[in-house]
């Protein structure tokens, strides 16, 4: 592609079309933001989807330290990096801010004092460059990052399992989705970070500087996931819901016990802490893979989903995690759905799924504000329709499935 001119808010390019004539196209270039819990992150994309620039300051250690993410501390950290972070993502693209056809931020759901310091600087910034606002919700942008990477039609399945979501929808448009199931509690990747911290991990040398998730997965690899058992949630419920809290009790009183026994103190890792983990993890996937299962059939029954190539999209940071997508993969062979994950490094937050959201709201003309409009963060904002009063009425039991996994 040849630059050949400046055209304000895009970039005039000269292309060859598939029989060589050389025609013009215009391109757009959006400048996307995330500051919803503890990452830093900015990215400028084209609207092919192409990557021009991205940086991402991640504050984990931090929270690794402080033994849990304290939300002024958070701020904090947003405060200080975000300039440098933008910028970086600016000029690794060669984008003038002139250049941009608008930014997306997120502004729901997150940490209000971490959403208000990504859109407080974004304000600032399209006013100052007099650029269109996209606002995101955060979760709308895990669920497209997909789209980016593979074409993936409209209806499609998604579960996003992250550190503060755990849900399930039907994405029947970019802006339009039907919420099937979600956490009636905690999170998946918040009861994975809390029992690591209950466990000490971070004073494993394998483990010190990883998210608990990933402490987690890592241990579990050399652990016997039989010497402990842990029930799986919410059995007699034939809904598509999620609930953690009650399997971080039944995790909790095993790690004291086990404590007492080995007469270890508070800090001192566990002898048999690889098994835990691997107890742990599998029940997380099972749980996780059981009410997936149930949200296909509950499609399927009610013809939500295409005849030809349905698909499950898996994504948010949980879905980095290998024995889970393993364990999904059954799943989705059992039921005929094709399995798509993107990598892990766009499953955790990063800027580049907000400036792709950003770019699917351009395309389609949904949600772009001008730079003066007023525009407020929403820490707590639902994704969708929520019909999970129907899939729990539907109540359908799902057939029984081996979900054994070599790791
Ligand atoms: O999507 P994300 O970056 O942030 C939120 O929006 O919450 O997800 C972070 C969460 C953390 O709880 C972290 O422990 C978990 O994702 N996580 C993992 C793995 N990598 C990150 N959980 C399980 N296995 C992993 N490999
Ligand atoms: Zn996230």
């Not at 608008?102 to 990504?118: E, Q």
């Not at 970019?174 to 919420?179: R, S, T």
């Not at 971070?202 to 996931?225: F, M, T, V, Y």
């Not at 949600?367 to 820490?379: A, D, K, L, T």
């Amino acid at each position: 592609m040849l630059p050949c001119a400046l055209n304000g808010a895009a970039r005039c390019c000269m292309e060859r079309s598939a029989s060589g004539r050389a025609f013009s196209t215009v391109r757009r270039f959006v400048l996307g933001i995330e500051t919803s819990c503890d990452e830093t992150g900015a990215a400028v994309l084209d609207d092919t989807g192409a990557i021009l620039g991205e940086s991402l300051h991640s504050q984990k250690q931090t929270h690794l330290d402080a033994g849990g993410i304290i939300p002024p501390v958070a701020q904090q950290l947003h405060r200080e990096n975000i300039s440098r972070v933008v910028q970086e993502a600016l000029d690794r693209s060669g984008i003038e801010p002139s250049e941009l056809t608008a930014v997306a931020t997120t502004v729901k759901p997150g940490l209000a004092l971490s959403l208000g310091i990504g859109l407080d600087f974004s304000r600032k910034f399209v006013r100052l460059h007099e650029k269109p606002f996209i606002p995101i919700h955060h979760m709308e942008a895990h669920a497209l990052t997909v789209r980016m990477l593979h074409p993936v039609d409209f209806p499609f399945l998604v579960l996003l399992v992250s550190g503060g979501h755990s849900l399930l929808a039907l994405a029947k448009g970019i802006d339009e989705f039907l919420l099937l199931g979600q956490t009636l509690d905690a999170a998946a990747g918040d009861t994975l970070d809390k029992i690591a911290r209950r466990l000490s991990l971070r004073n494993h040398p394998e483990c010190s500087s990883l998210s608990g998730g990933q402490a987690i997965e890592l241990l579990a690899k050399e652990g016997d996931r039989l010497a402990f058992h842990f029930k799986s949630p919410m059995g007699q419920l034939y809904d598509c819901n999620f609930s953690f809290a009650g399997l971080r009790n039944q995790v909790t009183l095993a790690i004291s016990k086990k404590e007492r026994e080995e007469g270890v103190e508070k800090g001192q890792l566990l002898s048999c802490v690889k098994d835990i983990a691997a107890a742990l993890q599998h029940t997380v996937a099972s749980h996780i893979a059981k009410r997936t299962h149930r949200a296909i059939l509950f499609c399927k029954s009610k013809g939500l989903l295409p005849q030809h190539n349905p698909t499950l999209v898996v994504s948010g940071g949980v879905a980095s995690n290998e024995y889970i997508r393993q364990t999904l993969k059954i799943v989705t062979d059992a039921t005929g759905l094709h399995l798509l994950c993107p990598p892990s490094k766009f499953c955790t937050d990063n800027g580049v799924m907000i400036a792709w959201n950003g770019i699917e709201r351009l395309k389609q003309g949904k949600g772009i504000m001008s730079h003066s409009e007023e525009v407020n963060y929403e820490p707590k904002a639902p994704l969708g329709l929520d019909i999970t009063s129907e899939v729990k009425d539907a109540a359908i039991k799902i057939p029984p499935l081996k979900l054994r996994i070599n790791s």
